[in-house]
């Protein structure tokens, strides 16, 4: 059980391109999902907390307008980077929690941007 | 913010060792969590602690959540070379809408 699957598990685009990431919870209702970003070697740095139905809440320094986030199912959450640019590449994880507590995590993007 | 302060920040180890890493937190958290991330993949929920001074174990993972409520440790027993990867931990609390703050990580290497 808590299976979370992420879509595409890696893209290549090109600088000015907007690329779309999906997190689905597929055994269970996420009522919470959250977006990560990773950086070789470093640790996960929480980008926004997304709830079904409701505006995603960003973390400080986190761009809303170029990382939108669109939560519109229990089972569905994505990210879209917007216009991305060599510094957005990066490895990006979605999470997906039922109960608040324990968070499930997708198995990760590589986004490289070109 | 909350900060959490993981150690070590890597181990190298022989296969057959006990393994014991730890967080430590300048606030308290009412939940503690520890995680496995394998190279290119996401990490995976290995131990979820919800009160102080729990002691749980996963096979040959042990956990305990801190009596203080700022601390938490991990222990490996009998390491193997697939328990190689990064532990994170993390802590919630109170109010955070679940939101976890991450350790910055324990690197394993196991030599068999």
């Known amino acids: 059980g808590a299976v979370v699957s992420q879509h595409p598990s890696w893209v290549i685009c090109k600088s000015g391109t907007s690329v779309k990431i999906e997190c689905r919870s597929l055994d269970f209702q996420a009522t919470t999902m959250f977006w990560y970003r990773q950086f070789p070697k470093q640790s996960l740095m929480l980008m926004a907390t997304s709830n079904e139905g409701s505006k995603a809440t960003y973390e400080q320094g986190v761009e809303k307008d170029k990382f939108l986030i669109n939560h519109a199912s229990l089972t569905l959450s994505t990210l879209t980077v917007t216009s991305a640019h060599p510094e957005d590449s990066s490895f990006y994880i979605c999470s997906a929690s039922e109960t608040a507590y324990e968070q499930y995590f997708g198995p990760g993007t590589r986004l490289t941007v070109t | 913010g909350q900060q959490l302060n993981q150690s070590p920040q890597s181990m190298f180890i022989q296969e057959g060792e006990d393994v014991s890493m730890n967080c430590t937190s300048s606030?308290?958290?009412?939940?503690w969590l520890w995680y496995k991330q394998d190279p290119g993949e996401g990490p995976v929920l290995l131990i979820a602690l919800y009160k102080a001074g729990e002691l749980t174990s996963n096979g040959r993972l042990t956990a305990q959540f801190g009596i203080t409520r700022k601390d938490s440790f991990l222990n490996i027993s009998a390491s193997i070379p697939s328990d190689v990867g990064i532990y994170f931990c993390?802590?919630?609390?109170?109010?955070?809408?679940?939101?976890?703050?991450f350790g910055d990580g324990t690197t394993l290497t196991v030599k068999p």
């Open positions: 993390a802590g919630q609390a109170v109010g955070d809408a679940g939101k976890s703050t």
């Open positions: 606030s308290i958290f009412n939940t």
